[in-house]
């Protein structure tokens, strides 16, 4: 797999019927090593070794509806009260970003109302704060560390 602009972690991986699986520890199975899912597992240790959030407010890939068609979500991270503090979008490495990705989180953001938007492809990773008064979101250096 591609080398991605995060830290190096230590995965776990399964060979499978000729198909390398990495261990998701949040979902705790193993999933097929897709360039998405690569991006995705090195955002969720980035978000657990380097930002400090407990495993137990992180979501990985569940189903949402927007305008009544079901989505999925790549990762959100949860405050202890239920609300939702990050949404993260995961793109594979060879994806540019552009401005549908922001569109595709903005649209999430309608129904989950997450206070930081993440947007990455392992490469470039892109932060933002959103102004709910505005409506729009700020562009930010990074997103904060966990507090208690």
């Not at 995060?6 to 399964?14: D, G, L, Q, Y």
């Not at 261990?23 to 597992?41: A, G, H, M, Y």
């Not at 991270?77 to 993260?88: K, Y």
């Amino acid at each position: 797999m591609q080398e991605l602009n995060f830290s190096k972690f230590p995965f776990r991986f399964k060979n499978s019927e000729n198909k390398i699986s990495i261990f998701d520890c949040i979902r705790k199975k193993f999933v097929i090593l897709q360039p998405e899912e690569w991006v995705r597992q090195h955002c969720i240790q980035f978000l657990i070794q380097e930002k400090k959030y407990p495993i137990s407010l992180i979501n990985v890939e569940k189903e949402l509806k927007v305008n009544k068609l079901s989505k999925r979500y790549d990762i959100v991270v949860f405050n202890p009260d239920g609300s939702i503090h990050l949404i993260v979008e995961c793109k594979a490495p060879q994806i540019a970003i552009k401005q549908e990705a922001f569109d595709q989180i903005a649209r999430y953001n309608l129904v989950l109302k997450a206070t930081y938007l993440m947007v990455t492809n392992g490469i470039n990773h892109y932060y933002c704060q959103m102004d709910f008064i505005s409506e729009c979101y700020q562009f930010l250096k990074d997103i904060p560390e966990y507090k208690k």
